[in-house]
């Protein structure tokens, strides 16, 4: 199997297994506010621990979910200025924006993230089975998330087929809809 196929089957999977992460918990964060709902609405004693469980599960579905669309370039670009630029300046516009952003990334949620973790590891959380630093984790875990796939395009820069940005044509009655 050549390198090029291992890394588009290995990220093909990353793919997949993020997505059925996220949809499960998703599925997770659904339940666990229908069950709230129920307790303060129906039984009148709201569940303490369900609140604290959806947010942490919001957060990471939050979080793997940024790493999703950062995988798929579906984030948030405002290229207007970069696409009208020649492709060689716009490879170098790339190069900048995704080692700023690795560089945030590395810093802030993996370093930091782990820090935080470490320091809340022995922490119990009053209300789930689990210490503040495991909760704390969504934010290390989706850094290395993001670190893969930004190390990911910024290689796919410096290959021969980097075709830049490509402009779409947007469709301004659809969009005033």
């Known amino acids: 199997m050549a390198t090029t196929e291992l890394t588009t089957t290995a990220r093909a999977w990353l793919d997949g297994a993020l997505r059925g992460i996220c949809v499960g918990l998703f599925a997770l964060l659904v339940l666990l506010v229908v ?79 782990l820090q935080q973790s470490v320091l809340a590891w022995g922490q119990q959380n009053p209300l789930l089975p689990l210490t503040q630093g495991q909760l704390y984790l969504a934010l290390p875990v989706s850094g290395v998330l993001l670190t893969v796939y930004l190390t990911i395009h910024l290689v796919g820069t410096f290959f021969p087929g980097y075709q830049g940005h490509v402009g779409v044509d947007e469709d301004l009655e659809a969009a005033a809809l």
Do not use: C, N
Request: hydrophobic letters at 60%; proline letters at 4%; aromatic letters at 12%.
């Open 35 to 113: 069950w709230q709902v129920f307790t303060r609405l129906v039984l009148g004693q709201p569940s303490a621990w369900s609140e604290e469980a959806a947010r942490h599960t919001f957060v990471w579905v939050s979080l793997i979910g940024i790493a999703i669309a950062v995988g798929e370039k579906a984030d948030v670009i405002m290229d207007f200025l970069v696409e009208r630029l020649p492709v060689p300046v716009q490879r170098g516009a790339d190069v900048v924006a995704y080692l700023a952003t690795l560089a945030f990334v590395l810093y802030v949620m993996v370093f930091g993230g």
